[in-house]
């Protein structure tokens, strides 16, 4: 069982940067690829970026490569989405998410999500 906590969410100007954070629970962390996904009001949740058990490969959404990043830090039991040049139609929930072994861009192939936090970009 593993149990996730978004934060750094919040409201930013367009052009802006953030950093969120996921913590997780368990000692079995690293044996976990982690993602970012979003989810706009009145749209589906979508991939935003994924980042395997040891960091070492990652994903990105064409939408926000080159201006997002993605990390972990298996000794914190935390994965981090760094978004720079936010723009305002990036306004949504975002969710971080575990999956054994192997990350996916999938939503359903996710076993444990977090609450989400909230990021609007005001234009």
């Known amino acids: 069982q593993v149990q996730l906590v978004e934060s750094g969410g919040g409201l930013v100007q367009a052009g802006g940067s953030l950093r969120l954070s996921c913590a997780a629970s368990?000692?079995?962390?690293?044996?976990?690829?982690m993602g970012w996904f979003r989810q706009a009001p009145g749209k589906e949740r979508e991939f935003v970026s994924a980042?395997?058990?040891?960091?070492?490969?990652?994903y990105y959404a064409d939408s926000v490569s080159g201006r997002f990043t993605i990390s972990r830090d298996n000794a914190k039991n935390t994965v981090y989405l760094q978004m720079n040049n936010l723009k305002p139609e990036e306004t949504a929930v975002y969710y971080c998410?575990?999956?054994?072994?192997?990350?996916?861009?999938?939503?359903?192939?996710?076993?444990?999500w977090g609450q989400g936090t909230r990021v609007t970009v005001s234009s």
């Open positions: 998410a575990a999956r054994r072994l192997i990350f996916t861009t999938t939503t359903t192939s996710y076993d444990y």
């Open positions: 368990g000692r079995t962390f690293s044996s976990y690829a």
């Open positions: 980042i395997s058990t040891t960091g070492g490969s990652t």
